[in-house]
């Protein structure tokens, strides 16, 4: 299994503000992936972290809007850009080595 | 049709009763399938994967795999009232090259409560 460590764990921001989701995994993983779960719902990916390369994002979410990075196979980034209040939600990162996923505990995320 | 759907909540069952989560998915070339727990307030724990038609046991755990009729449930024996959260089942994307390739997706989530 990996053990995953997000920071920050919650924050309040203003709208029109930007935020930074750093997601740390124990172990090399080749796969890492960023989701959103808004209150009652299931998670929703946003986008594959590919390293070395650009994130491949799902319908509905975009570069401009959810810059990724992924510098190795043990790290990784998530910024939340010009936040409104419907970005508030809570921000998951996962990895894992072959079939199996490991989530962080989450980036909860109220934008005022 | 949702892509994974799971059965209506919320479940209630009593204390050491027989607890049947299921799921259905519509991609019939998943090859990967999983069941997250997640309390109130945390983030989803992995507790069951199976990747091969019929029963994998685990402790009180169960998960029972029917690809023919794209299926899969999570049985939970002896149920007691730590076991109360919300499920998920989680299909993985399984045609290499293909855009849902190694990709999560999940169902809607059945709260399961645990009475004394």
């Known amino acids: 299994s990996a053990v995953i460590s997000q920071k920050p764990s919650r924050d309040i921001c203003q709208r029109g503000t930007s935020l930074t989701i750093q997601c740390q995994v124990d172990?090399?993983?080749?796969?890492m992936f960023w989701y959103r779960q808004q209150p009652g719902q299931s998670l929703t990916l946003i986008a594959t972290a590919n390293q070395g390369s650009e994130a491949t994002y799902e319908s509905g979410f975009v570069i401009d809007k959810f810059p990724i990075s992924r510098p190795n196979l043990t790290f990784s980034t998530l910024t939340v850009s010009n936040m409104s209040p419907e970005d508030s939600s809570i921000y998951l990162c996962s990895g894992g080595q072959g079939h199996e996923q490991y989530f962080g505990p989450g980036t909860r995320l109220t934008v005022t | 049709q949702k892509e994974v759907e799971q059965n209506s909540g919320p479940l209630s069952v009593p204390e050491g009763a027989i607890a049947s989560l299921n799921c259905t998915y519509s991609?019939?070339?998943?090859?990967?399938f999983f069941w997250y727990r997640q309390y109130s307030g945390k983030s989803p724990e992995l507790i069951m994967s199976?990747?091969?038609?019929g029963d994998k046991e685990d402790g009180r755990f169960t998960a029972q795999l029917n690809k023919a009729s794209q299926y899969v449930s999570l049985l939970i024996r002896d149920s007691q009232p730590s076991d109360s959260a919300t499920y998920l089942c989680?299909?993985?994307?399984?045609?290499?090259?293909?855009?849902?390739?190694?990709?999560?997706?999940f169902g809607q989530g059945t709260i399961l409560t645990v009475h004394p």
């Open positions: 199976i990747y091969s038609n």
């Open positions: 991609d019939r070339v998943s090859q990967s």
């Open positions: 172990s090399q993983v080749t796969m």
């Open positions: 989680a299909v993985k994307g399984g045609k290499a090259g293909g855009t849902s390739y190694g990709k999560l997706t």
